[in-house]
């Protein structure tokens, strides 16, 4: 027994959920915003590093290495918020130890 579909028109479709025609190249996900926004917190060495995994993720594309671009973009993404997450919390530890020792 096979799964088939009926498409609005009536015909059968035995794709079952897979595209009939070829597919073009995936879409880019290099998050370079997210990695350009945490270049203004204090977590210096991560962000940078994460603004670089999207560059390169870029430079993967754009020479048509999509699963290599897919796999820079996963680890700039990853390292974006991990820097996001440092620099708020290097930035509350500032602030209350600024509002702790410091007389109003």
Request: proline share 6%; charged share 15%.
């Amino acid at each position: 027994e096979e799964k088939t579909r009926r498409s609005i028109d009536g015909s059968l479709d035995h794709s079952l959920g897979r595209g009939v025609e070829a597919e073009g190249p995936p879409p880019l996900r290099n998050y370079i915003f997210l990695t350009i926004f945490t270049c203004f917190c204090p977590a210096w060495p991560i962000n940078i590093v994460a603004l670089v995994f999207s560059m390169m993720s870029q430079s993967s594309y754009d020479n048509e290495d999509y699963d290599g671009s897919q796999r820079l973009g996963r680890k700039a993404l990853h390292m974006g918020i991990a820097s996001l997450i440092i620099g708020l919390l290097i930035i509350m530890i500032f602030c209350i130890v600024h509002f702790t020792t410091n007389p109003i």
